[in-house]
C-alpha cells in the first residue's frame, strides 16, 4: 500500500532536541523529504535526501535514512516556539508525493 | 517574486452544490498539483497538471475534475458535493514535475466546508 506512517504528537521543551520518525513503503523513491505546515498555512519544504543517503545535516535539521528498514526521521536541534507546527515526510511515488499523516510538534517553554 | 495564489481562501456550500477553487503558480512553473487535505485522511493527491495536460491522478471519484490553462492557473471542480468532501484543498506549482528535487512551492489553500 502506500501508507507512510508518523506518529500524531511530539512534545519537547524549548532548546532540547527533536526528532521524529517516519516509516515508508516504497523503497523505490529517489527522494524523501521533510516539509513543513504552520497554522493557516501551506506546506513549506524543509528539507530533503537522495535516497542513496545515510544522513544530511543542514544547519539545525539532521535527517537519517535508514533504507533496509524504510525509517526516515528529522532531528530539529536547540528546538525553539517557532518550529511548533505539523511536520510531514513524503515519498515520490511516480511524479507525486505521498504525505505522512503528520507529527504536530508543541514546543513549551 | 509572488508565491502560490489560490482563491477563495474559505467559501461554504452545501450538499449538491458544485464548487471551482482557482489556483495560479509561481511565474515560470509549469506542473500544478492538488492535494485534498483532512483531518481523517491527511494529505491525499488528487492531480497534477504539465502544460495543460493531466499527468497524474490520485484515488477520487470523478466528481473531482481539473484543468490547467496555457498560463500554467489551473481551476479544479467538485460536482455534487458532499459531507465528506469539507477540506482544505491545496495546491502545489513546480517548474516541471517532481524534477530533481521535489519541491513543491504550496499555496495557503482553499478551505472548504459543506453543510
Known amino acids: 500500500g502506500e501508507d507512510v506512517e508518523q506518529s500524531l504528537f511530539l512534545s519537547v521543551r524549548e532548546g532540547d532536541s527533536s526528532v521524529i520518525n517516519c516509516t515508508y513503503t516504497d523503497s523505490s523513491s529517489t527522494y524523501l523529504y521533510w516539509y513543513k505546515q504552520e497554522p493557516g498555512a501551506g506546506l513549506q519544504l524543509l528539507t530533503y535526501?537522495?535516497?542513496?543517503?545515510d544522513m544530511k545535516q543542514d544547519q539545525r535539521l539532521t535527517v537519517l535514512l535508514n533504507k533496509k528498514d524504510k525509517h526516515l526521521s528529522l532531528r530539529i536541534a536547540d528546538t525553539q516556539t517557532g518550529d511548533s507546527a505539523i511536520y510531514f515526510c513524503?515519498?515520490?511515488?511516480?511524479?507525486?508525493?505521498?504525505f505522512g499523516t503528520g507529527t504536530r510538534l508543541q514546543v513549551f517553554p | 517574486k509572488a508565491g502560490v495564489t489560490q482563491t477563495p481562501r474559505y467559501l461554504i456550500k452545501t450538499r449538491g452544490q458544485q464548487v471551482t477553487l482557482s489556483c495560479s503558480p509561481i511565474s515560470g512553473h509549469r506542473s500544478v498539483s492538488w492535494y485534498q487535505q483532512t483531518p481523517g485522511q491527511g494529505l491525499q493527491f488528487l492531480f497534477e497538471y504539465f502544460s495543460e495536460t493531466q499527468r497524474n491522478k490520485g484515488n477520487f471519484p470523478g466528481r473531482f475534475s481539473g484543468r490547467q490553462f496555457s498560463n500554467s492557473r489551473s481551476e479544479m471542480n467538485v460536482s455534487t458535493l458532499e459531507l465528506g468532501d469539507s477540506a482544505l484543498y491545496l495546491c502545489?506549482?513546480?517548474?516541471?514535475?517532481?524534477?530533481?528535487?521535489?519541491?513543491?512551492?504550496f499555496g495557503e489553500g482553499s478551505r472548504l466546508t459543506v453543510l
Open positions: 535526501i537522495f535516497s542513496n543517503m
Open positions: 513524503a515519498e515520490d511515488n511516480t511524479d507525486k508525493l505521498i
Open positions: 502545489a506549482s513546480s517548474l516541471g514535475g517532481l524534477g530533481n528535487t521535489g519541491e513543491l512551492f
